[in-house]
């Protein structure tokens, strides 16, 4: 049986799609989303099918919509929010930080937020600082929220299949350079749920650690590695909240070396924590102290080489694993 | 206009009869009445349990402001949403809400609204149709758009019908200059939403009066105007005027499927929260207004037209006095959230720590009287 491709941007439309042709109280709005066919064309044809009252184009009004759509989800709707870069989600911190996550705790479990906030994280191309954000660094510091980021095409669908049926407002970090990424994606229902890592390359040496874009990185850097005789096993976390701990100490307990790579700031990150919790976790397993990769802490370089330089790429990961395991 | 400290405005209204000034039945304004004492009442205890420090946090009383609250919801549905600002409690009464659950919750106790876990600024009623009580000026402004479309939505694309609901979406004049507010009104404008903002217009964001804060104070409504949003003035010290106004005003809505804004004129009689001395205003100034007193105001009315004699009214407040002192003391009795609170409510989905969620009293008690 020849297995179906499709881009990263279509998955994601065909989870949209499908939920929607299931669940009328599922729609999308967003700048763009409409008309346009999408600002990255992740929503193309959609228009078409729902009609304008379930496919909502947006003025450029992030704190707005998201509020709106927020105060929808009280009432039992299931809004997509499409941030057309997570960078711009900042002029709406207020909302989806402050009303979303809080909102069941807040009532005593009276108004759930089931919410589904998602766009392009990180760095895109040369994009400079302020479209470059790295938002899990500082949203996922935030109890109340679910945070899903996905790596490869089967699971964009899978994950925002997840994050649409899921009753508590989930943030879906999507990347603007693997949007274009085929990848082979099951046709019908698809489900990936959250909290589940994926060994995304076995190894017997370092468990590499990461998740969203750098998990490319992570593999690219695994293969250049095993030229020098090197093993790496690269987990792919896929959500961030919840995280899968067990599988990352799983493959740790078994080489006894960890390097965790995430793209965002190193101060207060995702991958900070990680490391902590892996310390905690594996303490007396552990041949050295966790290593971290992470975007260089400066604001994002417009440059491309610098841009390059800035990232969490294959080179800096390779150093960082040898740095674990002692290779001079 | 008249201007914050212009006596006539504080007393305007109430000589004419009242078959003129309302359609509402004697059970309905006796209603009114039964409710703005229960606000004023509630709100008096619940300054000595502040006082007591039964009370925490922060606390924003609405005496003097009633008849806001009162009007505004006897003017719509019970099935249309509401949303508000801080100064929550009255909206709570007024909405329906038992005011054990509303002390209960500021008590911090585990028969509070939230399970004690929202306090005096977040008070919420699914029940009844109250989205809360929201602590961060301005910030209800979206949600409130958010419920009348999510009413518009419900009604068009789920049901197949006509949009037939309004939502109301309180705040205060010092939300008006928050960005989030024009945000919300220009969605609300593009989209056809029928959400009606009602600025409840006290004259002062904490201790700067109107106009040292806001532009077109004189005309807070330009400031809907410029969106395409109806806009309306109405006295709000008096609850049949701000019923009747308000019925108008949200039958339109409701008919058109448009959004409405309400520069309702009033004023808070204590201070913005309980640690305030209220020294930017003078005390001639609360004098005019307090003369104004809006239940001071629905008695004499009533009394004049024979509704009601000084012995009923006497009795009434009785029973208001007995209720929110047994509201109290079933607020004492509740007890405290058990520490496992702590981590339930966080995600409905029960994971790692969290342990997942489940209704409070005020839905659970409600459903079995049912």
Known sequence: MSERTLEFRD????????????????????????????????????????GPQRIIDTPISESGFAGMAIGAAMMGLRPIVEFMSWSFSLVAADPILNNAPKMLYMSGGQFGCPIVFRGNDGAGGQLGSTHSWCVEGMYSNVPGLKMAIPAFADDAKGLLTTAIRDDDPVFFLESERLLALKGHVPEGEHLVPFGQALVRRSGDDVTIVSFGRPVHFCLEAAEALEAEGISCEVIDGRTIRPLDLDTIVRSVKKTNACVVVDQSWSFGSP??????????ACFDDLDNHVMRVHSADVPTPYAWNLEQEYLPNARRIAEAVRSALYVA | MSSLSDPAHATTGGRRPLADRTSATPDELLDWLRQMLLIREFEVRTMQAYQDKKIGGFCHIYIGQEAVAVGCTAAVQHADPIVTAYRDHGHALARGMDPKYCMAEMFGKIGGCAKGKGGSMHMFDKPNNLYGGHGIVGA?????????????????????????????????????????????????????????????NNGYSMGTAIHRGTTMSHRLISKGEAFGIDGYEIEGMDVIDVQREMKAVADKCRETSRPAMVDMKTYRFKGHSMSDPRKYRTREEEEVWEAGDPITRLRDALIEEGLIDDAAFKALNREVKLQVRSSIEWADASPEPDITELFTDVYVEKFGPYLGTSMPQIVTDQENDR
């Open chain 1, 11 to 50: 998955a994601l439309r065909e989870a949209m799609s499908q939920e929607m042709r299931a669940n009328k109280r599922v729609f999308l709005l967003g700048e763009e989303v409409a008309e346009y066919d999408g600002a990255y064309k992740v929503s193309r044809g959609m228009l078409e099918e729902f």
């Open chain 1, 271 to 280: 991958g900070s924590e990680i490391a902590a919790q892996i310390h905690q």
């Open chain 2, 140 to 200: 209800q402004t979206p949600l409130g758009t958010g419920l009348a479309f999510a009413t518009k939505y419900i009604d068009e694309v789920i049901e197949g019908g006509k949009s037939r609901h309004v939502a109301l979406c309180f705040l205060g004049d010092g939300a008006v200059n928050q960005g989030a507010f024009y945000e919300a009104k220009n969605l609300a404008g593009l989209f056809h939403i029928p959400v009606i903002f009602i600025v409840e």
